[in-house]
């Protein structure tokens, strides 16, 4: 049985990589996809492909428009969605990542360290599994395919 | 015309206090719900009802469960959700129940300061409409019922 | 029994009052909900609320994200959908709104002159019904009460 | 990973051709599926399939029918519509495609000329992105794969 | 609690008055709803409000479309079905009003004398339940209200 | 604002009066539905209403087909549902109940004694609140209106 | 692109065999799907799984629940659904599974001789295309692939 | 044709491996998916990912979320369940997965000792088909594809 896992949120660190890496040494049948993961690509997408825009807000429409078409693709086909909070940054788009899988009946794992545990209660509560390290989300891939 | 407006967002100012004078003012037809917005029992109303709790993160659970129960009925009946982001905090149930309304196929009306444009940019691209101050969303409430 | 009629299309004549007056004489229990018909007011809307946009583009964008959400909260609501066609302009606006109805599992009668036959097949193929004079419509909505 | 595009619209250029050229040479893993683009044989299927119809309008039904019925079987496979307009004509096939694509929340990507921004406003703030060139969206295609 | 019942089926006996006159008689909270029951009328509504068509296979596509989008309206509004099947005729509407409650996961009465259970055996084990008369279709009405 | 509370479960003790007193006591704007409690009316309703059946199995499937047809159009219009387990029996039909609240996407509070925890904890932790009394529900429908 | 169609119908002629043999002469890349075709066999499924039933209806229920299971895992695959009405017969099956693929959006292609017009009018208007002879709807498989 | 059968119920006999073995020997093409079937580790999944629990309740809570996660991705990729009831346990999730998949119109096949019918009559009269024996679910599955 093959699972296509949207991996959504922090983009500083390599925790993709990790899991992909961890899964693939598991044999587990799992394909990955990710929202654009290159900060600098992803803010000026639209630029790029819209051309110059009159101002920074409408330059944020621009690459936002391009980046939520390729996110919204992505996800509608995933069969699982794992989300990971860091210490830092605001974060809204894994926010919003992470709602969207609830909303859509996607199962969720959020991956968050415990110092996050009071602002990220309710969402935590309405993910499927809350786990604070990639570890243990590896883990229950794995547990799925006993 | 009756419409059920879900007022998500920040609890720190009276915006929604603003919205509803002005909507009665206006005599739009509109009854208005919020999430939980007194802070201190909102965290408590877990232990309150289920009795005490063994740590922070059982409390937690206790009352985000209590407070997504209560979110789901209303957002459900809602017509339409007005999300108001503010310049301080992680605001993370905002962009949740921004993200659900949006998932759901709720209209959504979304206020954010013009310096929040760039960390929002995604969020504010699903959104129906993006303003920047409570008396622009009034107006497009009273453009509805034009 | 009460239903909510939306009436889309065609804003240079005054076939909404038409509608709505012998409906009114017939007795009929419907009340009637539509796009924005001052075409001034909906192409201006955006900057009236958002404030001066950088260009023609960005000021029709302000204007349609609001334009949309009216219309979405409305057609939501509806329990029927009327779409008229006139002989002139590409009326864009109305083959989106009779195409979502569709979509959305909303009865649709469509009202067009004959001259429009053959370029508006598909879209009168997919509509429940197709006539020709705001009439005909009329005889339609008071057969559903017989 | 593989996508189903569907591709709607204008039939008298050869943009088809060039997005089909253009992905193939950039190796994106894409079928394309388009509606009837050989405009005598739409018009004609009807009887061709059918037999002779009584008069012109029944002859559009029949040929309507067999159209629609084609183009929902593909439209409900793909996972992606791309809707292109031209400078001529009403189009509003066009419209009813784009406008199936966002009602059945399939990702959209509108491609028309500048000249056309403002009859097409609404519709281009409910698709997800808007460009005027068949290049730009040959570019989001490849975005998606990165 | 307020229902609201579509009685389809059989149109040449007076059971649809039965059931109402017995449901006012019990006080029960219903309002009933109904194809169009005048055999002539429903023949000829296509011709009366689109005018004399060029054949019997036009007008009958043009009586049928406004009597499916009387249908429809009311259907969807239903909270449950009631279809009998009377010993004589096809009645392939009351066969397709059966189906098309039951895929749209309306509850289903069907009524059908006991001479008819074997061709009608795999729409009965889809129903809710199966009875063989008016007054056993009545008693499980006032069953709900208990 | 109105809600309808669907209440699921144990029939031997008086649980449901208990809520709706309390309810009507603190002025709460609920309706409350159950299935049907008495238990021998339910498990002879079938008889009752389709007459003798040939065996036990046959009885069971008359009556079940009623209470469900019952259960079923009472669950759809409820905006929330309870259901309490008790410490006796296998109460399948709560189960059932509950299940179905869970995946028609209603809100659902569990009430079960601490005793329970383990066989129902797969239950309960799909549910929004699981609860161990009457008062604390109650709490939570209060808090609602808050 | 592969197509599952589900052959609807008329269990008495070997149209589907005809259908069959002419989509692989045309190499369409169609696989069909059939409601149990052995009027026998459909008849006794029941007692031949379950063991001998109390009464004649009985043994209709036994069966018609092991047909509608089959069906209906079928049914729920298909991308499209052609089915044919016969001269003689109820075929109340046949109205069963074509309004079933109607209400729950699956394309539907009837195939019924001129002679059954009338009473199929409303079924007929509600299907994507209404054709004469298998070979009519043999060439619209085709233009599906063209 | 493929088919992906989920498994639920009864974990203490081998009606896993005696359905599979059979299933195999038909040559059916079914692959089958089940909840976690050894008792210990699905009771301690909870403490073995997320590590030491404060108590009974907690631990249950971290196996249950895991457990359900595993579940939901397998259920949703199904197209039939089968559901074992033995004759000893409340089996809890048994009736929760059947109840799930019938909430989700998966179609379900009931496998009960004649013992049980009573307390399982409205669940099996919800279920497409209720049996006592493998075998007689295996016959079913025979008949799927003949």
Redesign the interface.
């Known amino acids: 049985?093959n699972?296509?896992v949207y991996l959504a949120g922090e983009i500083h660190s390599n925790w993709r990589e990790e899991i992909q890496e961890k899964a693939k040494a598991l044999q587990l049948d799992i394909?990955f996809?990710s929202p654009?993961t290159d900060h600098h690509?992803s803010d000026h997408?639209g630029e790029?492909?819209?051309g110059k825009q009159?101002?920074?807000?409408?330059k944020?429409?621009a690459?936002?428009?391009?980046?939520?078409?390729?996110?919204?693709?992505?996800m509608?086909?995933a069969?699982?969605v794992i989300a990971l909070f860091g210490e830092k940054?605001?974060?809204?788009?894994t926010?919003?990542d992470?709602?969207?899988a609830?909303?859509?009946q996607k199962?969720l794992?959020l991956i968050r360290p415990?110092s996050l545990?009071?602002?990220?209660?309710?969402?935590?509560?309405?993910a499927?599994?809350t786990?604070e390290t990639v570890n243990?989300a590896i883990?229950?891939l794995s547990?799925?395919y006993?």
Chains 1, 2, 3, 4, 5, 6, 7, 8 share one sequence.
């Open positions: 049985m699972l296509l394909q996809v654009m690509r997408i790029e492909i819209l009159p101002n920074a807000i409408t944020d429409e690459a936002s428009q391009i980046n939520n078409l390729r996110t919204t693709i992505l509608k086909k069969d699982l940054y605001k974060q809204w788009n926010a919003m992470a709602s969207t609830i909303a859509l199962p794992i415990e545990h009071h602002p990220l209660k309710e969402l935590s509560n309405k499927d599994v786990v243990q883990k229950i547990y799925i006993e």
